[in-house]
C-alpha cells in the first residue's frame, strides 16, 4: 500500500506547482547534511541523515494544513538543529559539540535584503568536504554515486534507484555496506592535501561523469529524475571547478563538457517524443545560457598544460554545440580529438565514436574500414551502437541489405524506448530505399 | 452558503519514507490546492492538530480519566480540518474532490456545520 502511494507521488504533473512553493528541498537537505556531517562526523551519517529526515518529514506533517511558515527554511534548519541537540545530549556530547552547532546552524534571516549565511563559503567547503569523503576510493564506485546523491544531493533511495534503474533494495544495500566503511572510521571528511589531491579528485569526477551520463543517456521526457541528475552532476562540478582550493583546469573541463551536452537536451526529442539525431535537431532549441556558461568552462580549462579526457571530450561537445548548422560542424578536428583520446582511452567506446568521425571526414568506405576490427571487440557485442552505426555505413555506401540486417541487430538490443523507435524508423527508410 | 469541515483522516506514518524533493511537491501541491480555493472565498479556515501529546478524556462514576492518545502510530487519525463555503454537499463534495489529501492517501469525512442561531 505504502508503495502505490510512493508512486502516486509522481513529479511529471508537479512542475508548475513546484514553482509555486520554490523551497529547494533537495538543495537544503543536501546543505543541512554536510552541515550537520561536520558537526557530528562522518561516522554519524546514519545519524545526520535521521535528523534531516525527520526535519522534513515534520513540515511534511504541518505544512500542507496549516500553510507555509514565514520562513521555511529557517524553521526547517531550527527543527533539525533542536533534534541534533537531543542527540548530542542523549551520547553525552552537547557540551563539547554545542559552540560549534551553535555557530553552524545560523537561522536564515527573514528578510530576502540581509545577506543569506546559509549559502556562505563555509556551506560550500562542507559540501566539499562531503563530496570527497563519499567519492572515497575505498568504496565501491557504485556506493560512491549512490552515496553523494544521497546525502550531497539529498536524493531519496528510491528516486536513485529510478535513476539507475535499479531496485530500491540493491541501491539500500550499497549504502547500508558504504555506511560500515565510514562507521569504521576509514573514511575521513577532510579535502585532501596536496599531494593526495590529483587521484581523489579523479575518484570525484569519475563520480560525477557517471551521474552525468546515466542521466542523459536517458532519452524519455517522462522521468524528470533523470534530468535531475544531469542538473546535479552539473551544479557538483561548477561548485568544484570554482573553489580555490580544489578549482583547476580539468574540474572546468567537466563543468564545460556537461553544460555543452546539456544545453543540447532541449532539442534531442520531438514534439511527438521521437529521438531526434544532431543533424535534424532545431539548433534554436538549444539552451544559450548554458552554452554562455560552457564557454567561460571551456575558456578556463585552457589554462595549464594538460589535456585530459575531459578536456577532448569538452573540445569535441563545444564542436557540436558551436556549430550554428549540422553541415558547419567542424569534423576534422572532432576527428583529432578522438585521435588523442584513442591514445589516453583505448576503450572500444571510444573507438566506435571515432569511426562516425572517420565517416564525415574521410567517407562511408573509410568508416567501415575503421569499423571492422571493432565488430570482433567482445565487449560491443551486445551495444546496439556498434551495428547502428554499421547499418548507417553501409546504407549509405548502397549496401542495403546488409544496412537492414544490421540494423535489426540494432534494433533488438536496443535498451530504451525511444532509441528502438529511432531506429525502428532508420530500418523502415532503409526499406523504402530497397524497393 | 452554508460552511463545512472536512475532517481529514490519514495514517500519520504513510509518507514519511519520501525524499525531501517529493515531500515538497506534495506540500507544494496543497499550497496551490488552497491558494485557488482561497482566491475563490471559498476555503474559510484550517488548521493542524498536533501530532504528539493528544489525550482521550472520559468520565466513569463522576470521576475523570485521562489517557494519553491517539499516537502517531496509530493507524488513521485525524490530522487536522479545512473549512470550506458551498451551497450544499454537492457543491461541497466538487470542491473537495480535488483536495490533495485524497491523492496522497488520506480520507476526508465531509460533515455540514449547523449555523448558529
Redesign the interface.
Known sequence: MKSTRLKRVARTESQEVRAVADLLFRRRAGQLTATLVRVLGVQHLDLVEDVVQDAFVQALRKWPISGLPENPAGWILAVAKNRAMDLLRRQGRWAEKRDELERSILPEPASAQAPSVYFSEEIEDDELRLIFAMCHPALSVDAQVALTLKTVGGFGTTEIARAFLTGKSTVAQRLVRAKRALRDGLITLEIPGANEMPERLDAVFEVLYLMFNEGYSATTGADLVRADLCNEAIRLAELLAASSQVGGPKSHALAALFLFQAARLPARIARGGDLLPLDAQDRSRWNRHLIRRALEHHRRSAAGNEVSAYHLQAEIASCHTLASRFEDTEWGRILHCYDQLSELDASPVVALNRVVAVAHVRGAEAGLRALYPLKEEESLQSYHALFAVEAELLWRVGRTSEARCAVTAAVALAQSVPVRTYLERRSHDYLEAYK | MADFMLL?HEE?S???????????????????W??ELGAAGRLTG???LR?EGGRWLTSEDGKLRVVDGPFSEAKEVI????MIAAGDYAEAVEISRDC??L???GRIELREVEPTH
Not at chain 2, 14 to 32: F, H, K, Q, R, T
Not at chain 2, 79 to 82: E, H, K, L, S
Request: proline share 8%; hydrophobic share 35%.
Open positions: 481529514l500519520p504513510a509518507l514519511e519514507e519520501l525524499a525531501p524533493d517529493e515531500i515538497e511537491s506534495v506540500i507544494g501541491e496543497y499550497v496551490a488552497r491558494e484550517g488548521k493542524k501530532d490530522g487536522g480540518f479545512f490533495p489529501h491523492k496522497f492517501g
